[in-house]
């Protein structure tokens, strides 16, 4: 397979116009992320369980959607499949600015829930189908996502004064829709193009021993991705409920503690790689695990929000660094089975969730931090015993 030259130009614009549309609807998903609950409290009157239940939503209809999407990105034109999961998502946006009531916003959340399942899936498919071993596919995806993240999120808190929740709810729609503009316009994929594994993956070679090795190593990464996601999950809703209810911060106010740790978030996960290469991805894994479980103890004594924000900024260096690793860690650990890990990562978003809402409103705010930097500590120890039976993933991304 080549990489450059007429045969595979059409290759190239294909990926690149699904990376540029993971980027244009992946700001919009990670900038509601933050807003949703926000607005759930403010303008529905929500409580924090309620809340809650309104974000796992989301991520229980994702999970639903899942069969459904790699059934269709083995059948169907993948450029169109992603592009349906923009529309929908589209129409999620859409739902949130007409919404006056909770049923209206819990089936906005469930339509969101299944565009954004489609829209993933069939994106990470088109970025591995000029190299079905491209290990690398998952982080290119990640990665537009998280860029599309920062310039939305910073345009959000810009204009948000002026256009307010139904402004941005309506902005976002139309980024949505442009992205789905852009896939339909795309190429379609290269007969020359040779066969990508699905969502599945592909079997791989071995005796029975390896192969339960790996089997094992794969199990305890899924359980390792659902305990972390579900802390990470658990202490950012956690957050944003108690700046808007325990400080009485505006949304602005809250987006302004969130943006500089979700930046240094995106930086870290960009610029990790060297330490990794350096030192390994255990060591920056243990690392990274103890200074976000010491910011989130950190969070339960602090007095006012610039505390929070500078430990929030702590947090995302180090949360960043882990999910830098987890990423590289998961695409080689699932090779064979390469949706295990996004569905432990969407099991543990939909724990975490419904952990929060029901922690704000039925437990002392420090048990509820004492319990996520827990999960954090349990997650990086069972991360890290993975890291034998499958072999190879310590090894610096760079000579991985």
């Known amino acids: 397979?080549?990489?450059?030259?007429?045969?595979?130009?059409?290759?190239?614009?294909?990926?690149?116009?699904?990376?540029?549309?993971?980027?244009?609807?992946?700001?919009?998903?990670?900038?509601?992320?933050?807003?949703?609950?926000?607005?759930?409290?403010?303008?529905?009157?929500?409580?924090?369980?309620?809340?809650?239940?309104?974000?796992?939503v989301v991520v229980a209809f994702s999970l639903v959607a899942r069969p459904v999407a790699r059934v269709l990105v083995d059948r169907w034109e993948r450029r169109h499949t992603a592009a349906v999961g923009a529309l929908l998502y589209a129409f999620a946006c859409a739902?949130?600015?007409?919404?006056?009531?909770?049923?209206?916003?819990?089936?906005?959340?469930?339509?969101?829930?299944?565009?954004?399942?489609?829209?993933?899936?069939?994106?990470?498919?088109?970025?591995?189908?000029?190299?079905?071993?491209?290990?690398?596919?998952?982080?290119?995806?990640?990665?537009?996502?998280?860029?599309?993240?920062?310039?939305?999120?910073?345009?959000?808190?810009?204009f948000f004064g002026i256009i307010g929740f139904a402004g941005?709810?309506?902005?976002?729609?139309?980024?949505?829709?442009?992205?789905?503009?852009?896939?339909?316009?795309?190429?379609?994929?290269?007969?020359?193009?040779?066969?990508?594994?699905?969502?599945?993956?592909?079997?791989?070679?071995?005796?029975?021993?390896?192969?339960?090795?790996?089997?094992?190593?794969r199990l305890r990464a899924a359980v390792a991705e659902a305990l972390t996601t579900a802390a990470e999950a658990a202490v950012g809703l956690l957050l944003v409920l108690h700046l808007q209810r325990g400080f009485d911060l505006g949304v602005v106010q809250v987006v302004l503690v969130f943006v500089p740790g979700s930046m240094v978030a995106g930086v870290?996960?960009?610029?990790?790689?060297?330490?990794?290469?350096?030192?390994?991805?255990?060591?920056?894994?243990?690392?990274?695990?103890l200074v976000g479980c010491a910011a989130t103890l950190g969070f339960a004594a602090a007095p006012n929000p610039y505390v929070i924000a500078a430990l929030w900024v702590l947090s995302g260096a180090a949360w960043g660094a882990v999910l830098s690793v987890r990423r590289a860690v998961a695409d080689a650990a699932a090779r064979p089975v390469?949706?295990?890990?996004?569905?432990?990562?969407?099991?543990?978003?939909?724990?975490?969730?419904?952990a929060a809402g029901v922690l704000y409103d039925g437990a002392q705010w420090w048990a509820?931090?004492?319990?996520?930097?827990?999960?954090?500590?349990?997650?990086?120890?069972?991360?890290?015993?993975a890291v034998r039976p499958l072999g190879d993933v310590d090894v610096p991304l760079a000579k991985a």
Do not use: N
Request: hydrophobic share 50%; proline share 3%; glycine share 16%.
């Open 168 to 217: 941005v709810f309506w902005a976002c729609a139309a980024m949505c829709v442009l992205a789905a503009a852009l896939l339909v316009a795309g190429p379609g994929r290269p007969e020359s193009a040779g066969e990508s594994p699905g969502e599945d993956g592909v079997e791989s070679g071995g005796d029975g021993q390896e192969e339960a090795a790996a089997g094992q190593g």
């Open 268 to 289: 870290a996960v960009l610029h990790v790689r060297r330490y990794v290469s350096r030192y390994g991805r255990t060591r920056v894994l243990a690392v990274g695990s």
């Open 338 to 354: 390469l949706g295990m890990h996004d569905t432990a990562g969407l099991v543990g978003l939909l724990i975490g969730s419904l």
């Open 1 to 56: 397979m080549t990489f450059g030259g007429d045969v595979d130009a059409p290759g190239v614009l294909r990926e690149r116009r699904a990376l540029r549309a993971a980027g244009l609807v992946g700001g919009p998903i990670e900038l509601i992320d933050v807003v949703l609950p926000l607005w759930a409290g403010a303008a529905l009157g929500l409580s924090a369980t309620e809340v809650g239940a309104l974000v796992a």
């Open 95 to 158: 739902g949130y600015a007409v919404a006056q009531s909770a049923p209206l916003a819990y089936g906005a959340a469930a339509v969101g829930g299944v565009g954004g399942t489609l829209l993933w899936v069939a994106v990470r498919a088109i970025a591995r189908e000029r190299q079905a071993d491209d290990t690398e596919a998952f982080l290119r995806v990640a990665s537009a996502r998280d860029a599309g993240s920062m310039v939305t999120t910073a345009l959000g808190l810009v």
């Open 368 to 385: 509820a931090c004492v319990a996520a930097a827990g999960m954090i500590l349990v997650g990086a120890v069972v991360l890290m015993s």
